[in-house]
């Protein structure tokens, strides 16, 4: 039986949204000249802030997200690189200082490395070579293909890396998606991964964005993709009862009012507030989210409902339940901010331990109250050192393997020679060797080939100079 229609935020939502009868193959065919160009942007007109939104980041405010400035940004380079090429030994033995790095925020450039090492996608991947080209290759259950295809040009339209039909970025994310129904097919596609996977996309190749996507959907937040919606329900319960404690009047407010969680924290949960926060925010939440699990993205929404519900005062102009919701659904900006944001989840007394405490409280009431759970869950995982607790990868699975790979200019492969040769019968080129060919454009310092497994000598290098071999 089709899950299409089992799930609320999984598929075809007619309401609002519209969909496109086109094939990836006949967008790719007529995807000549820029993604600005087809979407009717000239190139004169487009502007790209600095994270690649046409006009502005997401819910960009008036200020600036806060400036880092390049001596420090560079110091923190150079920590990441320290950090990432010995990353047991620092999960093992300073992961608090790991965790403080990712409070203050992961440098722009190493992000997407640091989310893969930090989710455990990286492990994964390694211990499953080849597993994502052979879901790649494969054409995928027509039900799930058709949805998702409705959906690609739904997720940050205008971002210059999706703002394309058909462009580079919607197959990508078209290949994630597909490439995770083949994975789970017991779990299919719902529409919540897609705004996932874009986020990820933006950060790291579609192969990597896969394995981000798994360990998000089994580790860090199992079951919230699943038909039924089960599992955002019961956290749903979980964040209500922890706001009985962060915020009293908040808590009775949307008690009296009989609003349910699930009417408002959907869509902050299930996309890990990626549709919800100004971008600034968003990738500062995911850093933390990433190293330390569910609980930063409990904190951020009891953080949200305690400013806008926290007092007798803001509440006066929300008496009724209509008037509530559509505070819920427009949050205040200032209350999103970066630096406002982030120093208030940082504050906020909620661990583990007291989510975990809620959920068993909260899972005895649900089956009083709807019996045993439909789908099976696996354990959620909290965080960065937890995931590698539960699967203990291997120096190897550690191991940065170039994505470059810079041959020698004295080495000659054989395919190399095979054309040299058939150039000089064709009478194209004049006996003579690379070096005897004057370069026009010399670079200086031409860096040596990467040997494979051979990790960086200091830790204190630069960038330019450390990062031959990784996408930025």
Known sequence: MAKTQENGLRVNESRSLGGTNESLAERESSSFGSDSEINGFANTERQTDRYGFIG???????????????????????????????????????HKKVKLRCQKGIPPSLRGRAWLYLSGGKVKREQNVGKFQELDSQVGDPKWLDVIEKDLHRQFPFHEMF??????????????????????????????????AAVLLMHMPAEDAFWGL???????????????????QLDGEILFALLRRVSPVAHKHLKKHKIDPILYMTEWFMCAFSRTLPWASVLRVWDMFFCEGVKIIFRVGLVLLKCML????????????????????TVELRYMQEGFLIQEITELPVSERDIEKEHNVQLKCWKETHG??????????????????AEPPTRQDLQQNPTIIVESPQT???????????????????????????????????????????PLQESNQSLSSTEQDTYL
Request: glycine share 8%; charged share 25%; proline share 7%.
């Open 56 to 94: 502005g980041a997401q819910q960009q405010t008036g200020e600036s997200a806060q400036d880092v400035p390049p001596e420090v940004l560079r110091q923190r380079e150079v920590k990441w690189l320290d950090m990432l090429n010995n990353w047991d030994k620092w999960m093992a033995k300073r």
């Open 163 to 196: 703002v394309s039909r058909g462009g580079h970025g919607q197959q990508d994310l078209y290949r994630v998606l597909k490439a995770y129904t083949l994975y789970r097919p017991e779990e299919g596609y719902c529409q919540a991964q897609a705004p996932i």
């Open 214 to 232: 798994v360990q998000i959907c089994e580790k860090y937040l199992p079951g919230y993709y699943s038909a039924g919606l089960e599992a955002i």
């Open 310 to 329: 926290g007092s007798q005062d803001k509440l006066k102009a929300y008496q009724g339940q209509y008037e509530t919701m559509e505070l819920l659904r």
């Open 372 to 389: 045993d759970l439909t789908c099976k869950s696996p354990p959620r995982m909290h965080g960065a050192k937890a995931i590698m607790a």
């Open 412 to 454: 000659e492969t054989g395919s190399t020679k095979d054309k040299k040769k058939e150039n000089a019968r064709r009478g194209s080129l004049k006996k003579s060797t690379p070096k005897d060919i004057a370069n026009p454009y010399p670079i200086a310092n031409i860096p040596q080939p990467l040997q494979k497994d051979t």
